[in-house]
């Protein structure tokens, strides 16, 4: 298929089917908004993930310390003991599984402050679900090691990180030292949805909401350095979500 | 009564009375020293005349005998405003002089002595001169008495004691006088003062501190409350503004969002028809989302921010790096994007707030400057171009976005920086109508300002920056 399509799915593109690469994860989630949590818990199902819900700061940090989880999800208001508190104590105790900071604070100093005190990723409320799962199913990955690769593949497409050579099949293809950056980070999440946010932050570190749809932009830019002539496109937007690479033959 | 206490009871007044007693006493000490020495160079002069006297009248004594002293003693004697004069035996007899009587005990001590006196040509018996004497041992027992009336001292010191307290009173009075009018004019200026504040503090916004004009410390304690009133004032009218605006600007998309939600509820027929709605519905609640946090962005930039966030930084940078995120957009709308910011500029601000700023501005001028494209360049065939300048002026760091657009009429310049004021020719485009206004809270918030002008055709907009951030306090 040419376009990522995710018509019957209830979450738009987000089925386990879909993402094939997905594999199922533990995550804890301490949010002391009842109706949130249960909104999260349910989402995590039904795309195939394992969600656990702690109601307060205390009971959140006596389940992440003791429990096996893949990432935890962290609001920053919390009953008994606020998140960055209940972050600190965990990095403090030696645990090391990733952190996404849920936060109605959404500004740049307040972002700063969350990871400074141990956070991995900081998503402001409100949020849209495509967008948090996203940013958990990288964290998630980091931890299993993509990253250190000196070349990633995805078909028949190469990018050399030592010689910023980027191949496709038996042709070079010239890209823009941002391009080259865009598809690195593309390429590093390889199989995994990433959003437009995560782009802007991770690609060109800003963290503001640039109004006009830039990235979609640049996106199509790259994809026309890429994808263009060749039969089986690599570079596929995630309807509602953001965009994703991978190899759509396999 | 309340009125004087309330005068008694003034720094200023509390003032005056402290500078009066260190004058008053400074004057005393001064006319006590003009005093002394004066009465001292009298009493020289008295004393110097008399010893010449007593060494004449001892010469004459040697050389001619008793007889020939008390001659000339008593020749002398009779001349008026003479000096004082007698010879006495070795008992106390008197040979001759014009002196009837002395105090007791006078004769027997030889040297120095006040004493008081009566002349022999005057009647009664009082003692009621002063003189100073000096009482000389002739050879052959006899004593004598030369002195001078001590009435021409006295009476200078009358006269400094009577000037030292005729001046002490008035010293006193003018500055008690002018203690009470420096301070009741000072007093009226404070009272103008708290009764201004006391309005103000009733709600009334727009009431100013008086200033005299005099350029006095009360003048610029008034100005500066005034741009104090000023900022206060600008702050509330912001705030009433944005209740309005969100009342207005944040209701409209809510009822939208509510009227389409019900609509779908009461005829959507099929799943699609669902989707449709709700697709929409995520649509419209990200644009709210969108324009509440630009509003929460604007409130944090204009409440001011912690020097922590400050940081050094080259302001051509930024405008590569948004010029560089913006191209493509601009390529797709049949633009040219260029930016000249060849040499670096560094300076000191919120890093994340400006390059917003600049986004902000080049996303503007993408929008708009296409628009008139067709008319203004399409003629000469060249392409729309948007340039992006940073550069150093002075001690201001100036970022420029010039675009070929419609621009902004005049009239509407000073307009554009509100909250959610889109001219009317930009009501189709998509925005929250929030861009410039944070642009402007940024320019502000670094002590700088967003300025148009004319790009003929076209808009240039520029954001002026001090170079060394913004100033903590104003001087």
Known sequence: MAIYAHDNSQLPGLTAEATTGRVPMRLLLIEDDRDAADYLVKAFREVGHVAEHAADGEEGLTLAADGDYDVLIVDRMLPKRDGLSVIGALR???????????????????????????????????????????????????????????????????????????????????????????LEYLMKHAGQVVTRTMLLENVWDYH?????????????RLRSKIDKGYTQPLLQTVRGAGYMIRDGAR | ??????????????????????????????????????????????????????????????????????????????????????????????????????????????????????????????????????????????????GRDLEERQRLERIIASAGRWSAAVVVLIGLIGGVFVTRRVLRRVDAMTETARTIMGGD????????????ELDRLAENLNAMLERIEA???????????????????LTRLRNHAEEALRTAKDEAAYRGALEQTIEESDGLIRTFNALLMIARAEAGQSSESLAEFDAAEIAHGVGELYEPLAEEKGLTLTVEADTPAPMVGNRELVTQALANLVDNAIKYGGAAASTADGVNGAAPEIVVRAAGEGD?????????????????????????????????????????????AVARLHGGELTFADNSPGLKSIIALPRGGPVQTTA
């Open chain 1, 208 to 220: 503001f909401d640039p109004q006009t749809n830039v990235i979609d932009v640049h996106i199509s």
């Open chain 2, 205 to 216: 916004l727009s009431g100013r501190l008086p200033v005299a004009g005099s350029n006095d």
């Open chain 1, 92 to 182: 403090e105790q030696g645990v090391e599984t990733p952190v996404l900071i849920l936060s109605a604070l959404g500004q740049v100093d307040d972002r700063v402050k969350g990871l400074r005190a141990g956070g991995d990723d900081y998503l402001p409320k409100p949020y849209s679900f495509s967008e948090l799962l996203a940013r958990i199913e990288v964290l998630a990955r980091r931890r299993g090691g993509r990253g250190e690769e000196m070349v990633y593949r995805v078909g028949d497409l190469e990018l050399d990180r030592l010689s910023h050579r980027v191949t496709r099949g038996k042709e070079e293809i010239l890209l823009q030292p941002r391009e080259f950056r865009l």
């Open chain 2, 1 to 146: 009564m309340t009125a004087l206490g309330k005068l008694f009871r003034t720094t200023t007044f509390k003032l005056t009375l402290a500078y009066l007693v260190v004058f008053v006493v400074f004057a005393a000490l001064l006319l006590g020293y003009f005093a002394l020495n004066t009465r001292r160079l009298v009493t020289e002069q008295i004393t110097d005349t008399v010893n010449a006297e007593i060494t004449g009248l001892s010469e004459q004594y040697r050389q001619g005998g008793i007889r020939r002293l008390v001659l000339i003693i008593e020749a002398r004697s009779r001349r008026p405003g003479s000096s004082l004069y007698l010879v006495t035996t070795f008992n106390g007899d008197t040979l001759a002089g014009n002196i009837s009587a002395l105090d007791p005990g006078v004769l027997d001590n030889p040297g120095w002595s006040e004493t008081g006196y009566r002349r022999l040509d005057e009647a009664g018996a009082d003692r009621g001169h002063e003189a100073l004497v000096r009482v000389f041992q002739l050879p052959g027992g006899f004593r004598l008495l030369v």
């Open chain 2, 235 to 253: 702050l509330m009218h912001g705030l009433k503004e944005v209740s309005d605006n969100i009342a207005h600007d944040l209701k409209t998309p």
């Open chain 2, 396 to 440: 201001k760091i100036l970022f420029t976005v010039a675009d070929h657009g419609p621009g902004i009429p005049e009239s509407d310049r000073g307009r554009v920086t509100d909250r959610f004021v889109r001219l009317e020719s930009s009501r189709t485009e998509p925005g929250s109508g929030l861009g410039l206004s944070l642009v402007a």
